[in-house]
């Protein structure tokens, strides 16, 4: 009878545990890395430009998987008016957090959708108004999202605007727009570019006790 020598693997065992421990680690760590670029990421919200709707130290799971589609096909995503969008800021770098900040500190920056290209936005005597071909006479975007007093966003919102959102871009605000509490379209932001967005918020996961979904 034929008698075979031990192979490598055999005669090491302990290596042979050893690779399959790196092999088990590398899958963990690219599966980790394909989740957070093509289907899910997590952030931390700073600050109080999305009171009521979203407070510092709020933790959002922020939905890719429409982005990535999009991209997949060649295209730009559009988020839908009214929903709370995370995206690159642009002009800073630094930690995963959702600025909401009065600065340009912030990596990525959450806010919501007011209106899209070619509509025109105005802010005046605390009102906030969009135009376009099917509202010629104007309407307020937060009376479609605005929950209750304490759950979208407030009904004051500050400064004086008149401008009309280029192509390819969105005008963003914060849902707590009074004085100078967000950072936003209105501000000193500007608009924002579709490709800068990473993705519309899908759920709140912290507090434990406020998780919610948007």
Excluded: W
């Excluded at 990596?107 to 010629?136: C, H, M, S």
């Excluded at 950072?183 to 924002?192: C, E, H």
């Amino acid at each position: 009878m034929e008698m075979r020598s031990p192979s490598f693997f055999q005669k090491h065992p302990l290596l042979k545990d050893l690779m399959s421990l790196l092999i088990f680690i590398s899958l963990v760590v690219l599966g980790t890395l394909a989740l957070n670029a093509f289907v899910f990421r997590s952030y931390n919200v700073v600050g109080v430009s999305m009171e009521n709707t979203l407070h510092g130290n709020d933790r959002i799971i922020v939905n890719r998987v429409p982005v990535s589609i999009a991209h997949l096909l060649g295209q730009e995503y559009v988020p839908e008016r009214g929903q709370i969008i995370v995206f690159a800021n642009g002009e800073a770098t630094g930690p995963l957090t959702c600025g909401a900040q009065n600065g340009v500190q912030d990596q990525y920056i959450i806010k919501r959708v007011i209106a899209f290209p070619g509509e025109r936005v105005t802010v005046t005597d605390g009102t906030l108004t969009v135009y376009n071909e099917e509202n010629p006479n104007g309407f307020n975007p937060d009376e479609a999202t605005r929950k209750s007093d304490n759950d979208g966003p407030k009904k004051y919102t500050s400064g004086e605007v008149d401008l009309v959102v280029p192509d390819g871009e969105l005008f963003v605000a914060g849902d707590n727009r009074e004085g100078s509490h967000s950072f936003d379209s209105r501000n000193g932001l500007g608009t924002v570019p579709f490709c800068r967005i990473i993705g519309p918020a899908l759920f709140r996961l912290y507090p434990f006790n406020e998780i919610r979904l948007f």
